[in-house]
């Protein structure tokens, strides 16, 4: 019986915190439309409409980017346990390591490292 004391208390402070932050936020959101604020960009007004669309050349660097930060996320935590794991967890990031250079070869034959 004590388990479901226990899950029901958490249940009710979750709702809680829930019903808390969205009253939090009615009495602090500004009050302004929505298409009368503009966004801020910097302190300017935006060139373009936010539902714009861009060019394909893009969607290459953007894969390239995420090819970057997909590796970091998964440096961090190896280099942590390098020492532990020895010679397999170095097999394994430059196997990693490997597969995302295929990504950057593709990127820079598909010409989304030429900047002009």
């Known amino acids: 019986m004590r388990e479901f004391l226990d899950a029901a208390v958490m249940l009710l402070l979750g709702v809680a915190a829930v019903v808390g932050l969205r009253l939090l936020h009615g009495l ?3 009050r302004a439309s929505p298409l009368a604020a503009g966004p801020f960009l910097s302190g300017g007004q935006p060139d373009e409409h936010a539902w714009s669309r861009f060019h394909a050349r893009w969607y290459v ?15 961090y935590p190896w280099a942590v346990v390098v020492a532990d794991m ?3 967890a ?3 990031m430059f196997t990693f390591l490997g597969l995302l250079m295929c990504g950057v070869v593709y990127a820079w034959r598909e010409g989304a490292l030429r900047w002009a």
């Not at 660097?61 to 440096?75: R, S, Y």
């Open 61 to 75: 660097l953007t894969l390239l980017f995420l090819a970057f930060d997909v590796e970091m996320l998964f440096m």
């Open 90 to 92: 170095v097999v394994e």
């Open 28 to 30: 602090t959101a500004v």
């Open 86 to 88: 020895g010679a397999a």
